[in-house]
């Protein structure tokens, strides 16, 4: 029997891409895709019902109406964005965290995932392959609450029995979805910028090595720890993941292998401070020991797809065709 699946911040980069890929698996009326900012999407046939996720007696409604056993709790303020307002990123992530956390445990929700990120990591982390277990001392407010947000998942899959599943997810990079305010965010604007106006400026220095992740990916991680048997999920706090790690420098030259003419120049603001803080590269061998993940997509593999599949939609002026 297929799931029952609630899929909060289904407006957003993960969430408008994960609620299509579990609608082909699980079946369209199997996946309830909801959000707090239906406008984001103003041309959808089908936009996300509306829900907030910190008034909890809506989101324990819905799952019950809904006949809800397992979900996907993608709502969130990201790092940059949440520089700007910490306590619009408490409120959303935290207390919108812990509203879904009660109400899966109040109506018998079987299991949830939840997205953590490299964002726990801080300067105290090695640089190098972080490990899974290191220390974690973030310098943002959205640092913070993945930190507290994971040793809350823990705590109720402890106390409660909740099934919680988390994955550390690195920068992740989509060509279905515009940036949504994250510090890697430079690596799906590039694109846009490369075939639109054959230039970029990026808000990262050259350098800013970071690790990142092609969204189908990132997908097929998100289901494939939540497919696996419970016995093989050692870990409710959050997985570190991994697939490859590049640097402003390093994508430009790869994207100018099938755009010759293209040019980037540097510009750092506020966010090269939060890449700062954040490893080079992460150790992800638990994850690939405990459930098998192994990423699919290397730098150049993702350069390529991203610039064919934003190439056939953009038309020249920059808007989707």
């Known amino acids: 029997m297929s799931p029952r699946v609630l899929v909060t911040g289904a407006a957003g980069q993960i969430g408008s891409e994960l609620v299509a890929s579990l609608r082909e698996k699980y079946g369209r009326g199997n996946v309830v895709a909801t959000d707090k900012f239906t406008a984001r999407n103003p041309g959808s046939a089908d936009p996300p019902a509306y829900l907030d996720v910190t008034d909890q007696h809506s989101v324990e409604r819905m799952i019950i109406d809904d006949g809800i056993d397992t979900i996907y709790h993608l709502a969130a303020i990201l790092s940059a964005v949440g520089e700007e307002n910490p306590n619009l990123a408490w409120e959303v992530n935290m207390r919108g965290l812990k509203s879904v956390l009660d109400s899966a445990t109040h109506s018998g929700v079987r299991r949830m995932f939840w997205p953590s990120s490299i964002g726990v990591f801080g300067p105290k982390t090695p640089k190098l392959m972080a490990p899974q277990d290191t220390t974690l001392n973030p310098t943002t407010m959205y640092g913070v609450t993945k930190v507290a947000g994971e040793l809350l998942c823990n705590y109720y899959s402890m106390k409660y029995g909740l099934d919680v599943r988390c994955l550390r997810f690195p920068g992740l990079i989509s060509s279905e979805a515009r940036p949504g305010g994250g510090t890697t965010d430079y690596a799906v604007e590039i694109f846009y910028s490369a075939l639109e106006k054959g230039s ?23 289901i494939e720890v939540m497919e696996v048997d419970g016995r093989s999920v050692k870990l409710h706090m959050g997985y570190n993941l991994a697939a490859f790690s590049f640097s402003p420098k390093e994508l430009a030259a790869e994207i100018r292998k099938h755009l010759p003419d293209f040019r980037v120049s540097y510009s750092p603001d506020s966010r090269q401070e939060i890449a700062d803080s954040w490893p080079k590269s992460v150790d992800d061998s638990a994850a690939r020991r405990d459930w098998g993940w192994a990423p699919e997509y290397d730098l150049a593999k993702m350069t390529a797809d991203m610039l064919a599949k934003l190439g056939a939609r953009l038309t020249p002026s920059g808007k989707n065709v």
Do not use: K, N, Q, V
């Open 200 to 222: 970029y400026t990026c808000f990262l220095r050259e350098d800013a090595t970071l690790p990142m992740m092609y969204m189908p990916d990132a997908l097929r991680a998100a």
